[in-house]
């Protein structure tokens, strides 16, 4: 080490030539706010002078272009990207996203501490810093089936990994204001290490007694009243634009000098498709500066104030002793990127070419036998009853009250007025589990989709007009061992194979985003109206969202926690 700082000296005082020089250019300094003209002098892996000129063995060209540093993703699910690791790498390091805190909590709900260890295994073979937390709540809770279960003294055995920061978003807060021994022993094991939190609509007293467990940060933040009441009491406030929760046109009014060190932004859950069509990172600070958000403000949460707000104190700022990582846009406003530099090297193509990947894990993941349409069929006393009311571009769902067609004690789907059946099979071979139910919002008129993705536990969720076609699906869905099904008439017509824990494809991410467009042309067909009708149909078994959700057990009432009738 003192050899390499030995370097550090001699190259940020001119005496011997940097390693690599961003030369010509500008950068934004999220510290002040300015916009400077200087070059950027590294060494290895460490930014060595700024403010000066420099010459270097390796000179990037920055004429024209302005530096900003590289962009921190504070809370994304890499599953829910649909790609491994290594190829979730390929697709947002060349964006600009240059750190990701992931929750590995969709592999762990299936696989448990393998899932953990395939993770932690594949982010140190990546380009991009990728760390990975400990997923707190598997199950998240007490009203699904999931395919494993991690204790407190399974978490605390990791605690001490050199690419875990702590504990991953503890969605069960009402297990913590019910002091729940189970859900106290994980906070206590990991007081002191950095827990991320999840609480939607929790304010007042509630969000007191949560904050005071040691818990840090929310991305579950939908307004602006919400925002400014975690701010206030001290919570980092991570705003989210994924592919079904999008909430920066909401907060982006939050976003000022002020607020910026309290901020973060983060993905959560977003497909290729989404990232080819509108971006990473980079697509959430565009949209905020395009929603009158100051600029230097934007940088600065999505950099310095994202990295500090997990201990990250090495990165975030583009002055000597910072790591060099870096990103060249060629328009600020717009964040259009030019080029990316990942601790002082050069991303391209030879970046992600050689390097070892790591063997997938959790195939045959679907241990759910062949069903028939007579096991969607929905019992009840009368017509009248709950429905789930789909919030597009939320996962928030209402909790509706309807009356159905209802013939010989049995209510049915009512899809003229765009209320379909959807119900949710236990797939992890612990038991038959099936929980039935309606929802509203989809827009189908006929046929059914189906997916091995629902959150968090993943058991199958298939949502339908007729239970023929959802049999159809769900078996499909079966036979490929996991993935994305649309079925219409007793045909499938697109689908998108996930054998890796029946969550990630095996295939590159181009060749996810080509499946995805056409399982979204064939659903539009179809007549659904949902930007993303498969992660919309994803998030409807996730009974820590309110207000009314379904899981293999049933009805969820969210708001009141607990099961009830359809």
């Known amino acids: 080490m003192r050899e390499e700082l030995e370097r550090r000296i001699d190259q940020a005082l001119g005496r011997t030539r940097a390693d690599l020089v961003v030369k010509g250019g500008r950068f934004l300094n999220v510290a002040t706010g300015e916009l400077a003209k200087s070059d950027i002098a590294v060494c290895g892996d460490r930014i060595v002078g700024t403010y000066d000129d420099y010459d270097g063995e390796t000179v990037v060209d920055a004429h024209g272009l302005i530096a900003v540093p590289g962009f921190v993703d504070t809370h994304v699910h890499c599953e829910s990207t649909l790609v491994t690791p290594e190829e979730f790498d390929r697709c947002v390091l060349p964006r600009g996203t240059t750190t990701a805190i992931c929750d590995p909590h969709e592999i762990c709900n ?266 969607f069929r929905v019992p009840a006393a009368g017509p009248g009853g709950p429905v789930i009311g789909i919030l597009p571009g939320k996962i928030l769902t209402e909790h509706l009250t309807m009356s159905l067609p209802y013939r010989n004690g049995e209510r049915l789907p009512d899809p003229e007025a765009d209320v379909l059946k959807v119900c949710v099979l236990a797939r992890h071979g612990i038991n038959r589990n099936v929980g039935r139910g309606f929802v509203r919002g989809f827009g189908l008129r006929s046929g059914a989709l189906a997916s091995s993705v629902g959150h968090d536990s993943h058991n199958v969720a298939v949502v339908g007009a007729s239970d023929a076609d959802m049999a159809v699906a769900v078996n499909r869905l079966i036979e490929l061992q996991g993935g994305f099904v649309a079925v219409r ?39 659904c109206t949902l930007a993303e009708p498969f992660l919309q149909l994803a998030f409807l078994p996730l009974p820590v969202i309110p207000h009314l959700k379904i899981t293999d057990l049933g009805l969820v009432d969210v708001d009141r926690f607990e099961l009830i009738a359809a």
């Open 110 to 375: 299936v696989l448990g501490t393998a899932g953990l260890d395939y993770f932690l295994e594949a982010s140190g073979n990546l380009a991009m810093d990728l760390r990975v937390q400990l997923s707190s709540c598997v199950p998240a809770t007490g009203l699904e089936t999931s395919g494993a279960r991690l204790d407190a003294a399974d978490l605390h055995r990791y605690r001490d990994h050199p690419r875990t920061l702590g504990l991953a978003e503890f969605m069960n807060f009402p297990g913590v204001l019910a002091k729940d021994p189970e859900v106290l022993d994980k906070l206590a094991a990991f007081q002191g290490r950095h827990i991320d939190g999840h609480s939607p609509l929790v304010t007042g007293r509630e969000l007191n007694a949560y904050l005071s467990c040691g818990i840090r940060n929310c991305h579950e933040t939908t307004s602006i009243e919400e925002a400014r009441e975690k701010l206030r009491k001290g919570m980092q406030v991570l705003i989210r634009d994924g592919s079904v929760s999008k909430d920066v046109q909401a907060l982006a009014p939050v976003i000022d000098a002020v607020t910026a060190p309290f901020l973060g932004f983060c993905t959560d859950d977003r497909n290729p498709l989404d990232i080819a069509e509108e971006g990473h990172l980079d697509h959430l600070i565009r949209r905020s500066i395009a929603l009158g958000a100051p600029v230097d403000a934007v940088y600065r949460a999505a950099t310095w104030s994202a990295a500090r707000g997990f201990g990250l104190n090495d990165r975030g700022l583009l002055a000597p002793g910072y790591r060099a990582d870096i990103v060249l846009l060629e328009d600020l406003e717009d964040c259009r990127v030019a080029g990316v530099i990942r601790n002082g090297r050069r991303v391209g193509p030879e970046t992600f070419a050689g390097r070892p990947t790591v063997r997938p894990v959790g195939l045959g993941s679907v241990k759910l036998e062949p069903v028939g349409a007579e096991v």
């Open 489 to 527: 008439d007793g045909v499938v017509v697109a689908e998108l194979p996930l054998p890796v824990a029946g969550l990630i494809s095996d295939r590159a991410f181009e060749e996810v985003e080509h499946a995805l467009s056409g399982l979204r042309a064939a659903v539009r067909g179809m007549g």
